[in-house]
């Protein structure tokens, strides 16, 4: 079982950058997948990119490839997201997840959840 906890999250313009941190607690966080998922107000949670439990294999859909970057820390027990050019479709609450095992693309599929950190992009 892991406790996680976003940070990051602000209001930038459009084309700026930002980056995200999940803080970890709890035992064997070096297991787990990690995930960051996204919600606008009215829509339903998105995939916004995942990683491995060692680091080695990461997914972006294609609306954040080559934008985003997922990293991991296990030493930290830290998960990043780096976010460049960012654009106002990027507005959401950002949520870090994880599960055991695998990295999965959908939210049904982890098993912890933070509380989210606010992510505002302006025009």
């Known amino acids: 079982q892991v406790q996680l906890v976003e940070s990051g999250g602000g209001l930038v313009q459009a084309g700026g950058s930002l980056r995200l941190s999940c803080a970890a607690s709890g035992r064997s966080f070096d297991t787990y997948a990690m995930g960051w998922f996204r919600q606008a107000p009215g829509k339903e949670r998105e995939i916004v990119a995942t990683?491995?439990?060692?680091?080695?294999?990461?997914y972006y859909t294609d609306s954040e490839k080559g934008r985003f970057t997922i990293s991991r820390d296990n030493r930290k027990n830290t998960v990043y997201l780096r976010m460049n050019s960012l654009k106002p479709e990027d507005t959401a609450v950002y949520y870090c997840?994880?599960?055991?095992?695998?990295?999965?693309?959908?939210?049904?599929?982890?098993?912890?959840w933070g509380q989210g950190t606010q992510v505002t992009v302006s025009s």
């Open positions: 997840a994880a599960r055991r095992g695998l990295a999965r693309s959908t939210a049904n599929e982890y098993d912890y």
């Open positions: 990683i491995s439990w060692s680091g080695s294999s990461t």
